[in-house]
């Protein structure tokens, strides 16, 4: 029942070495054996110290984020990566996604291929594929890219799980918009959900959830491990009696019921410093009420969240229609993952207001809870949502018009054509997009 990650460019294997931080320390501080053992089990190996090893694998085309993360890991006294989990060069993409998909790619297959396939023989049973990226430069998008197109070919029948940094809007590279619709288009081939952290988001909740005054990347990146590790950590489904054997896949047959919507997001409810939680008291009303609206505003947290946004549709009655009251996100599916105490009596039946789905899949369809007694990080009750739904569709449209854009005015297309990358691949992603935003417009 095991996972193996593969973590991608600068930002997959610092999201990645935080992601593996929370796991453990969650892990080795839970009362329960059951779900410290199903954890382990589930992300670590047993090193030759019977130390915990990372059953991951890092790529980068350069060593200094490597070894970087690597000491890290070692420095936590807890957990530690593979002696030879992983793989850099000298030389890297130049946050040129063609660079990463075209030249990097094809020419390192090879050993990435086999690092995965050792980690992998190491499972005893595997049961999904995590990548972990940025959308923004040239290893991460680009290489990762052509990495997961090739553990498709190689596993065709494990699911697999894309997780994606979206850049600040701002812009980290002048050509991240060229970088995230050739790599989201790609990616919607072959994987099987891209679960999405956008940058911006997660900004705002270190500023007004979490208090911090100079906020850096690493501040960024613990809490998008600690949205991760709250989705992914051991849990009981409502069907089941014992922690899921199959947690990526019982993951995608929950949110991923088309295969023409694969965008997800997460929301996660209570968080704050760790000096503020110490004097804070949760109940689950008023947790869950918080995370329904914003779920139905497409709020990314609890702070400033639009009260008067409801589940409903406006009817249109001198045309006999119905459109979306604005600002109402519509769901193709939820997963609720609660955590904590007296977890059985909370009252979840807000999530299955079938106001908040399609009309053409029924609310047992689309929605999901699953649970654990056990609480997560030092949060005595906590609440994460998984969702599919048009939380993405803002974003996306905004990003596609950017590089459309650039690519009308023939901003920079010939550092993508030095790497075999044709304007005719530029307009396959175009179109493949706009497809996607098409049809969750019209959710």
Not at 63 to 69: A, G, L, M, N, R
Not at 110 to 134: A, F, H, N
Not at 395 to 406: D, E, F, H, S
Request: contains cysteine; neutral net charge; charged residues 20%.
């Amino acid at each position: 029942m095991s996972v193996v990650t593969v973590q991608l460019g600068q930002c997959g294997n610092q999201v990645g070495q935080e992601f593996f931080n929370v796991l453990c320390n969650d892990s080795s501080n839970a009362k329960d054996k059951h779900y410290k053992d199903c954890s382990h089990e589930r992300f670590f190996r047993e090193g030759p110290s019977q130390d915990l090893r990372a059953r991951a694998v890092l790529i980068d085309m350069e060593p200094k984020v490597i070894s970087q993360t690597i000491a890290k890991a070692v420095k936590s006294d807890k957990w530690r990566y593979g002696e030879k989990s992983h793989f850099c060069q000298k030389q890297g993409s130049g946050n040129n996604w063609a660079n990463g998909f075209s030249v990097h790619g094809p020419k390192h297959e090879e050993v990435v291929q086999d690092l995965v396939r050792k980690e992998v023989e190491q499972c005893d049973r595997l049961t999904g594929i995590l990548t972990m990226m940025s959308l923004a430069g040239g290893t991460g998008s680009g290489m990762g890219t052509y990495i997961t197109q090739c553990l498709r070919d190689t596993y065709p029948h494990t699911s697999i799980l894309n997780h994606v940094t979206w850049p600040y809007n701002t812009g980290e590279v002048i050509v991240q918009n060229y970088n995230s619709i050739l790599t989201l288009s790609h990616l919607y081939q072959f994987s099987d959900a891209i679960l999405v952290h956008e940058n911006d988001a997660v900004h705002k909740i270190c500023a007004q959830l979490m208090n911090i005054k100079h906020i850096s990347f690493n501040d960024v990146n613990k809490v998008i491990a600690h949205h991760l590790g709250s989705t992914l950590q051991p849990v009981y489904s409502t069907s089941s009696s014992c922690y899921s054997r199959n947690p990526i896949g019982e993951f995608m047959s929950s949110l991923v019921n088309h295969p023409e919507y694969k965008l997800l997001s997460v929301r996660n409810i209570p968080q704050m410093s760790s000096t503020s939680l110490a004097y804070s008291v949760f109940h689950w009303p008023s947790l869950l009420k918080h995370l329904r609206q914003m779920l139905i505003a497409n709020a990314r947290m609890e702070e400033g969240i639009d009260w008067a946004v409801r589940a409903r549709s406006v009817s249109i009655s001198d045309k006999g229609r119905t459109t979306r009251e604005p600002g109402f996100n519509k769901s193709l599916a939820n997963l609720l993952i609660l955590r904590g105490k007296d977890v059985s009596g909370a009252e979840i039946g807000g999530f299955k207001d079938p106001a908040l789905y399609v009309p053409w899949l029924p609310v047992e369809s689309a929605f999901s809870s699953w649970s654990s007694s056990v609480p997560f990080s030092g949060y005595e009750k906590s609440a994460t949502l998984v969702s599919n739904s048009q939380s993405l569709l803002a974003p996306l449209n905004n990003m596609v018009g950017k590089a459309w854009n650039m690519f009308a005015s023939r901003a920079y297309i010939h550092q993508y054509m030095k790497f075999a990358i044709s304007e005719e691949d530029f307009l396959d992603s175009f179109t493949v997009l706009e497809q996607v935003i098409s049809s969750y417009s019209q959710l």
